[in-house]
């Protein structure tokens, strides 16, 4: 504890293991000290948080700030070395809300990203925000889509490590 402030990252992973595993209080716990660290980054993950232990209110304050930050950020051209995520974010509190085309929509722009790495696949595959549309036809394509970009990366490092002699061949 004695600096918990750098340690804000593993917090926040925390609250969304606890989150992903189903367990929205435990989440809450990690959340809180994390936004008291972190207060100008607000997760989707976190307002679902706060959704899921029936804190309405705070909720919907964390999602319009999520959006209207995304928004601002694509608006803006702000320059981040990957703003897929924007999208991502942006996908989760749509398809949250019902709003499965939109959610969809910037799902796919996401997914458009020339890599995918492990992490990524299993954040779009138990992310609750994806609850309502994650066995819909396109939901399921999206993600084969990414998986199948994740086996041409993962394929890449093979061969990489076969050509620098630090992998026997399979």
């Known amino acids: 504890y004695l600096h918990r402030e750098n340690y804000s990252e593993v917090i926040k992973r925390l609250?969304?293991?606890?989150?992903?595993?189903?367990?929205?209080?435990?989440?809450?716990?990690?959340?809180?000290?994390y936004i008291k660290l972190v207060p100008q980054d607000i997760s989707p993950n976190i307002?679902?948080?706060?959704?899921?232990?029936?804190?309405r209110k705070e909720a919907n304050q964390y999602f319009n700030a999520r959006l209207d930050f995304c928004s601002r950020a694509?608006?803006?051209n702000m320059s981040f070395p990957n703003i897929s995520w924007v999208y991502y974010d942006i996908a989760g509190i749509y398809a949250f809300k019902g709003d499965r085309e939109n959610a969809l929509k910037n799902l796919k722009i996401y997914s458009k990203s020339n890599k995918c790495e492990l992490w990524m696949l299993t954040h779009i595959n138990n992310d609750p925000l994806f609850e309502t549309i994650?066995?819909?036809?396109?939901?399921?394509?999206?993600?084969?889509?990414?998986?199948?970009k994740y086996k041409v990366l993962h394929e890449q490092?093979?061969?990489?490590?076969?050509?620098?002699?630090?992998?026997d061949s399979l």
Do not use: C, H
């Open 157 to 167: 490092g093979r061969e990489w490590l076969m050509a620098q002699e630090k992998l």
């Open 15 to 33: 609250g969304e293991s606890f989150l992903f595993s189903g367990q929205p209080g435990e989440a809450l716990k990690y959340f809180k000290e």
């Open 134 to 148: 994650k066995n819909e036809p396109e939901f399921r394509q999206i993600v084969t889509d990414m998986e199948n």
């Open 74 to 76: 694509l608006e803006n």
């Open 47 to 55: 307002a679902l948080t706060y959704w899921m232990n029936g804190l």
